[in-house]
């Protein structure tokens, strides 16, 4: 099973430039386009402002990355309809990719945090591209998302375990 975990690269800029209104149109156009880009039986979600998530049910590491390329290849270059298909605001992706066996049914929650640590470190890395995630890779200062302690004054908090 894998997981792509989908980021549109500044999409504050579509917002700025174009109102919010446009925006949401540009997202719903993007949602319609990861949906034509995916497989059958692949599931397509929005999970927030500009971030969307395919799970790919039978798909090891290498069809997880063919899915992102082809993921990729849908927005390159492409004109979206919703800004008068102009190309004057380039909108890439971002892409953190993660794949393993389902053992168990913990497995999503897994590709979920492992998909957006691979996600975090694309971004990192210049934007326009897909990580896959692999052990060892960390996105935070060797602290997975959400498992870092909190410090208010002179009071640390660790992570809820």
Known sequence: MSMLAIDV?????????????TGDEVLR????????????????????????EILAPDTGPEGARILAQR??????GKPFASLGGTRVVSISISIG??????????????????ADEALYV?????RD???????GLRAFDGA???RR??????ITIPPAE
């Open 122 to 126: 694309a971004k990192r890395n210049g």
């Open 71 to 76: 993921v990729q290849d849908a927005f390159r």
């Open 29 to 52: 156009e993007m949602g319609a386009r990861l949906r034509e880009t995916a497989r059958a039986g692949d599931v397509v979600a929005r999970i927030g402002g500009e971030e969307f």
């Open 97 to 114: 990719i993660a794949s393993a066996e389902a053992r168990n049914d913990q497995i999503t929650a897994t590709l979920i945090a492992r």
């Open 144 to 146: 997975l998302p959400g």
């Open 129 to 135: 591209r897909s990580q896959m995630w692999e052990s």
């Open 9 to 21: 690269d500044h999409f504050k800029r579509v917002n700025d430039e174009f109102g919010h209104l």
């Open 149 to 154: 302690s909190v410090e208010i004054g002179s």
